[in-house]
């Protein structure tokens, strides 16, 4: 057993990776990595990352894999990562998984949680989904803060995500088919894979993966 504790979260768009991670990485002590809040940030703040990565994600497309390696290998040297990481969003394609794999050497990654939910249920998730433009929280559905469009969390704004529209989110899903559902083979014969049902509520679905991720510690 290792000390540090890496946690990949698998699972289409819509499935609750953002939200459980969130939940996750305060229950462990641990950041939460999100290599699509990375990018996003880096769109809002005009950098010179986020010019050349926009049209990419409003595509739905991925971005390289050298890129999004580049981006974590940057993070794991933050103090922060020190006692371990909770990746969301990443590895996203097999390179991506092999080159995660090498970053840890001597460790391994400690699981990886399959967050399982139908197509047509993410579908319709996602199509629902609000953020706050401030802080990223995420509304699940059409609540009252995301009508209101004020955030309950930090009274920022509340808005539809510009890669959430229904060309994008097929995009995305087939995207997610082709590159990244390989990774749940990936994982499993590497013994490393738990699946969890993810169409449950917030609660019951991180009890469940907190104590998937107790037991294979
Ligand atoms: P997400 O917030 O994880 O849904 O990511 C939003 C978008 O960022 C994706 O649709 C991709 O365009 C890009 N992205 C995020 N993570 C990765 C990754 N690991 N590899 C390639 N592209 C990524």
């Known amino acids: 057993m290792s000390d540090r504790l ?4 698998l699972g289409k768009q819509g499935a609750g990776k953002g939200t459980q991670a969130d939940v996750l990485s305060q229950h462990y ?6 290599t699509g809040e990375i990018l996003r940030a880096a769109i809002k703040a005009g950098t010179e990352l986020g010019l050349r990565v926009k049209g990419v994600l409003d595509a739905g497309e991925l971005v390289s894999d050298e890129l999004v390696n580049d981006l974590v290998r940057d993070r794991f040297t933050h103090a922060d990562a020190a006692s371990g990481v909770l990746l969301d969003g990443y590895p996203r394609t097999v390179g991506q998984a092999d080159a995660l794999a090498e970053m840890l050497l001597p460790d391994t990654v400690t699981a990886c949680i399959n967050l399982d939910v139908e197509t047509e249920l993410v579908t319709e998730r996602l199509a629902m989904r609000r953020v706050c433009k401030a802080c990223s929280a995420i509304y699940r559905s059409i609540d009252p803060s995301g009508v209101s469009g004020v955030c309950e969390r930090c009274g920022g704004e509340v808005v539809q995500r510009g890669d959430d529209t229904p060309d994008a989110i097929r995009q995305r899903l087939s995207v997610y088919e082709r590159d990244t559902a390989p990774l749940l083979d990936y994982y ?5 894979l738990i699946t969890i049902n993810g169409d449950d509520t917030v609660d019951a679905v991180s009890a469940a993966i907190t104590a998937a991720v107790d037991e294979a510690r």
Request: proline share 7%; net charge negative.
């Open 188 to 192: 499993a014969e590497r013994d490393l």
């Open 29 to 34: 002590g641990i950041p939460h990595v999100s």
């Open 6 to 9: 890496v946690i990949v979260l």
